[in-house]
């Protein structure tokens, strides 16, 4: 199978159901928010991470493909069929899991931070910001799984933590606003 098709040479795509939909139509923006933040998530990774986090965001990146197979999927013709790209409240509760785990290790927050610090906790502040605009993006959609959306949320609040853990264990001060 070639990578090109040439079906997308007209500005459109299909969703999962078959539909023809424009390359700008707000689904596709969506899932396309959410792919970005998985390429970030794959930079944070490739800045060296301890074994522990890399775990973590493996696992968040195979979901981010899952969560966005439902957003390419509104008839729900995928959810049933394919087991990989189920995402359930096991799922948020396993995200609020870790977040539990790695605030043990951190400081309370008295005022906002500014995000930086070490290039790996960089990056995941930054892909924290780009999985924002993603909810943003699945919120505009208009009804979603409930579950989506508590996933979103749970997911950028663990890129937070993550950020911060990373910059601890580096030794790097956050900065406070």
């Known amino acids: ?3 090109y098709t ?3 040479d007209t500005g459109t795509t299909n969703l999962f159901d078959g539909t023809r939909v424009a390359k ?4 596709v923006d969506a899932y396309g928010e959410v792919d970005e933040a998985n390429a970030v ?3 944070a990774r490739a800045s060296g991470l301890d074994p522990d986090l890399d775990a973590m965001l493996v696992q968040i990146q195979r979901d981010l493909f899952a969560l966005g197979s ?3 999927d509104p008839a729900g013709h995928i959810a049933g069929r394919v087991e990989k790209a189920a995402l359930g409240q096991q ?3 396993r995200l609020e899991g870790w977040i539990d785990r790695l605030e043990e290790e951190l400081t309370p927050l008295r005022r906002f931070i500014l995000p930086g610090g070490s290039m790996t906790g960089t990056a995941l502040h930054h892909a924290r910001t ?6 943003r993006r699945m919120v505009a959609l208009g009804v979603l799984e409930p579950t ?3 996933y979103a949320n749970r997911l950028s609040d663990l890129l937070f933590v993550m950020a911060r853990c990373v910059n601890r264990r580096a030794g790097m001060p956050e900065v406070e606003w």
């Open 1 to 3: 199978m070639k990578i």
């Open 6 to 8: 040439r079906t997308g």
């Open 24 to 27: 700008s139509d707000p689904r």
């Open 41 to 43: 998530i794959g930079l």
């Open 70 to 72: 439902r957003l390419a």
């Open 91 to 93: 799922d948020v509760a």
């Open 130 to 135: 780009v999985f924002r605009r993603a909810e």
């Open 148 to 150: 989506l959306l508590a």
